[in-house]
């Protein structure tokens, strides 16, 4: 079973340029995350979406931009690289609100910005 | 604000107990879950508690006090794949999940 399959897994960005990281999910989950993980801290959410269409802010999203166009997307666009953003990005996806619902995370995006 | 405390480090030795503390303030509660992350991994789930009470699954117990704020995971007969970071998250009034920084547990033989 794949679960949750997020691309890149490793990418140096320049400052000023842009990329998307790639989540896709093969569970029928509803709802899907965008974390971020820097060292020594939690997990801060970024976006998550309760189904396709429908997206939301979460904590941290200045920077960040998501759709969901289908069930089982979930990009995650950076527009304007900053070195901020050097973090480690997780994906992740629920199949209802997390209350009770286990979370199902990918693989982790290691992403630095010079 | 909300906040979710645990302790940064701990270590243990191999054959052992330990036990891994959180503690948390939060804009109400709608459950707590324990995960566990490798390093240079993603975080795997360990265990769910919403209710009062103790939790046990294998060599894992979970336990919460909602009255206190309180849980603890419960690692017995430790083993050097152990070693890794324990996270806690609470769920929040708004089915947001909060996020302990995690307990790096360091085994030794």
């Known amino acids: 079973n794949a679960g949750v399959t997020q691309t890149p897994k490793f990418r140096i960005l320049k400052i000023g340029q842009s990329m998307t990281l790639q989540c896709t999910q093969d569970m029928n989950h509803n709802y899907m995350y965008w974390y971020r993980q820097d060292p020594g801290m939690g997990l801060k959410l970024i976006y998550y979406s309760v189904g396709a269409g429908i997206t939301d802010k979460g904590e941290v999203p200045n920077g960040y931009n998501v759709s969901r166009s289908t069930t089982e997307d979930f990009p995650l666009r950076l527009e304007l690289a900053a070195p901020s953003q050097t973090s480690v990005y997780f994906c992740?996806?629920?199949?209802?609100?997390?209350?009770?619902?286990?979370?199902?995370f990918g693989e982790g995006s290691w992403l630095t910005v010079v | 604000g909300q906040n979710i405390d645990q302790p940064t480090e701990m270590t243990a030795t191999e054959g052992a107990i330990v036990q891994i503390n959180c503690t948390y303030q939060t804009s109400g509660f709608n459950g707590l879950f324990w995960y566990q992350q490798h390093a240079g991994e993603a975080p795997t789930f360990l265990s769910y508690n919403v209710l009062d009470g103790l939790e046990e699954k294998g060599r894992f117990s979970s336990f919460l006090s909602r009255s206190k704020g309180y849980s603890y995971l419960l690692l017995k007969e430790l083993q050097m794949k152990d070693s890794a970071s324990y996270l806690c998250a609470v769920t929040d009034s708004n089915y947001q999940l909060i996020w302990g920084a995690g307990t790096k547990l360091i085994i030794k033989p």
């Open positions: 992740a996806s629920s199949y209802e609100a997390t209350s009770g619902n286990t979370i199902y």
